[in-house]
């Protein structure tokens, strides 16, 4: 069974963080594992706190799965801080990490800083150059590039900009814009456009982290990186169309639909 490991935030809630992570990972079939790098207190309404974990004990993390397991695939989400960013990326250096996935959280759609402002820099630094693939939303993209963005047009810029600070390709997601959700794809050549109808619904919490560790648990199948979003894409569309209301605020999407539809669970 292929092996995966994200390094990421925990959300108490379940929609986003760690918890989606492996809940994706669990969907397409893969054996997941975690690195907390963060444990926020979170529900569908808000983010009420944040305990960082400290720098030793997020290496110590990394090393226990690395010297131990080999190692299909990571994503990267929340970091939170320097320090964090900084261990992550001189831990890793040590072991050979074919597909990483770094999804550049910035700020939770309840509009609270999961990543301090001043440790913008260093993610662009260190993370951003060890990606394979970078999949910043629009205002992720905005924050990057220091550019605004309206349209198409716009993000093909962002990714062009994005793309010189080193990862092998971007991917900057249309979440955030009007009309068809259309993510595009950016290979320092070509662009590649996947389109899906805008779902209209407010239950999109941790569409991010979902999105990001299905393209990763492509990547460890050996998927081709145009493939892996293709097969994400489809996955991030199904879960929000299934997506359903669990508190008073922004609920989950829905990742055991397809498995539990082919099992006649519901
Ligand atoms: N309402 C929606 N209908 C269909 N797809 C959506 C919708 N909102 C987001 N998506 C898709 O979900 C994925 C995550 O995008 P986005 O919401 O922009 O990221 P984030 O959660 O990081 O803000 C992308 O593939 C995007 O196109
Ligand atoms: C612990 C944690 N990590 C990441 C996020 C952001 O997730 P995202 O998928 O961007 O979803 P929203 O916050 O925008 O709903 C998070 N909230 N918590």
């Known amino acids: 069974m292929k092996r995966i490991l994200t390094i990421a935030g925990s959300d108490s809630c379940g929609g986003a963080g760690i918890q989606a992570d492996l809940k994706t990972f669990s969907a397409h079939g893969l054996f997941g594992m975690s690195v907390i790098t963060a444990v926020t207190a979170q ?8 305990q960082d974990i400290s720098a030793e004990l997020i290496q110590k993390q990394i090393e226990a799965v690395f010297d131990d397991i080999a190692v299909d695939a990571v994503k990267i989400g929340m970091v939170s801080i320097t320090d ?7 831990t890793l250096e040590r072991y050979p990490v074919r597909n990483l996935v ?29 990606a394979k693939v970078v999949t910043p939303n629009i205002p992720e993209a905005e924050v990057i590039t220091g550019m ?17 600070m080193n990862p092998e390709y971007v991917l900057v997601k249309g979440g955030h814009l009007e009309g068809e959700a259309v993510d595009l794809l950016y290979d320092g050549k070509d662009f590649k456009y996947y389109h899906s109808p805008r779902i209209h619904t407010q239950n999109t919490h941790g569409t991010g982290c979902t999105l990001s560790s299905a393209i ?24 929000i169309e299934q997506s359903f209301s669990i508190g008073k605020g922004v609920g989950p999407t829905h990742h055991f639909y397809e498995l539990y539809k082919k099992a006649g669970l519901i």
Do not use: C, W
């Open 148 to 164: 605004k963005i309206n349209d198409l047009e716009d993000m093909k810029s962002a990714a062009v900009q994005i793309y010189h």
């Open 216 to 239: 990763a648990s492509n990547l460890a199948k050996n998927m081709s990186v145009a493939e892996a979003i293709e097969g994400a894409k489809a996955y991030i569309t199904v879960a």
């Open 102 to 130: 770094v999804d550049p959280v910035m700020v939770s759609k309840s509009g609270y800083h999961l990543l301090q402002p001043e440790a913008k820099e260093a993610l662009i630094r260190y993370l951003l150059p060890m």
């Open 84 to 90: 964090t960013i900084k261990v992550i990326a001189q």
């Open 43 to 50: 529900n569908t309404q808000g983010v009420f706190g944040v």
